[in-house]
């Protein structure tokens, strides 16, 4: 496989296109508590994987209305809820993308001599579900005008033990924007496996899939409403 640079990465967080205002992402990733459970008969250590955590470090540029908005959204203070974060690893149809069900760990401004005001926040995971690695079903963020149907992702192989969805809707412009997750095993006869909750303007979500996910995937726009700006990306489990 080809190497790939770090253009085209792109965040969203809680419904927020962090993108413009972040200049860096570090530490991304899970670590994975092992257990000892070392017995008398043995002659090294023995150990068995236990809970995990995941974090996302974000250096940025300040900007009043837009990541310090996302990151003093709770009445001028850190959130305190929990949020979907999406990372986007690539502007294509099917780039890696990481999901997180998190919270705002930290949010700091500092100011170095002639340098613009900086600023830097951490996401730590909660909700108890780990971080998901998959693929964006949309190609970046991207505006529906009304409903409308993307274009299908190749997976290579139907998979049995479920997914789950992300979606991050930035605005919508009027009515009710219902997105749904769809798979087909010839990406042209397509299902519906899963449906978010309809957004009428800012809002994230993340949703459980069961049983059986076939080759192809995508998402669709539907019900009626105008300029749905949305992010949606798909991990199978």
């Not at 496989?1 to 969203?12: E, F, H, I, N, P």
């Not at 919270?103 to 613009?116: F, V």
Request: proline share 1%.
């Amino acid at each position: 496989m080809a190497k790939v640079s770090g253009l085209g990465t792109r965040l969203y967080a809680a419904g927020y296109d962090l993108s413009s205002d972040v200049n860096a992402l570090a530490g991304m990733g899970y670590t994975q508590a092992m257990l000892d459970v070392t017995t008398l008969d043995l002659a090294a250590v023995a150990r068995i994987a236990g809970i995990s955590d995941g974090t996302l470090s974000v250096n940025g540029w300040f900007e009043q209305a837009g990541q310090h908005a996302a990151w003093t959204s709770n009445s001028g203070k850190i959130p305190t809820a929990d949020q979907i974060v999406i990372v986007q690893l690539g502007t294509a149809l099917g780039d890696a993308m990481i999901g997180m069900v998190a919270k705002q760990a930290t949010y700091g401004i500092t100011r170095a001599p002639g340098s613009a005001l900086a600023t830097t926040a951490e996401y730590q995971s909660t909700g108890g579900v780990q971080l998901d690695f998959g693929i964006m079903l949309t190609t970046s963020k991207q505006t529906d005008a009304s409903a409308t149907a993307s274009s299908g992702v190749d997976e290579a192989a139907a998979t049995l033990v479920g997914a789950v969805a992300y979606l991050e809707v930035m605005s919508v412009g009027s009515g009710t924007a219902v997105v749904v997750v769809e798979d087909s095993a010839n990406n042209s006869s397509w299902a519906t496996i899963g449906t978010f909750t309809g957004a009428t303007g800012q809002t994230s979500q993340r949703l459980a899939i069961g049983g059986t996910v076939r080759r192809y995937v995508r998402c669709s726009s539907t019900d009626t409403f105008t300029n749905a700006v949305f992010a949606c990306g798909l991990a199978r489990l």
